[in-house]
């Protein structure tokens, strides 16, 4: 292939092409990668996720730190804003340590 003797579109052609294969091939080998890691945690009896401490989107669960006092399904981690509930138990007088966990 003489890249001299190529037009314009052809040679954007190729580029776009080549971008793409480079893609693909980064893909392949990092699919390749994790099925082997998943097949070692597998063996060792574990998962890669619980190996890794990580979720399957890719970030750490966070366990609740604050607890609603009369519905304990509502919880917070202490992390991003306040919730409602959080907000209205502070107002009605208890404090941050009566809502932990």
């Known amino acids: ?5 190529m037009t314009l579109e052809e040679l954007k052609k190729l580029r776009k092409d080549v971008e793409k294969a480079i ?3 980064e893909a392949r080998q990092l699919s390749e990668a ?4 998943e097949a070692q945690a ?4 574990y998962s890669l996720e619980a190996i890794a401490g990580v979720s399957k989107t ?3 669960k966070r366990l609740p730190k604050y607890r609603h006092p009369d519905n304990p399904t509502l919880t917070w981690t202490g992390m991003g804003r306040k919730p409602k509930w959080f907000i209205d ?3 009605a007088g ?3 340590d009566d809502l932990k966990i």
């Open 34 to 37: 994790r099925a082997k890691l």
């Open 89 to 91: 138990a502070l107002e």
């Open 94 to 96: 208890l404090s941050k």
């Open 1 to 5: 292939m003489q890249l001299e003797d």
């Open 58 to 60: 890719g970030s750490a």
């Open 23 to 25: 893609e693909t091939y």
């Open 42 to 45: 597998k063996e060792m009896g």
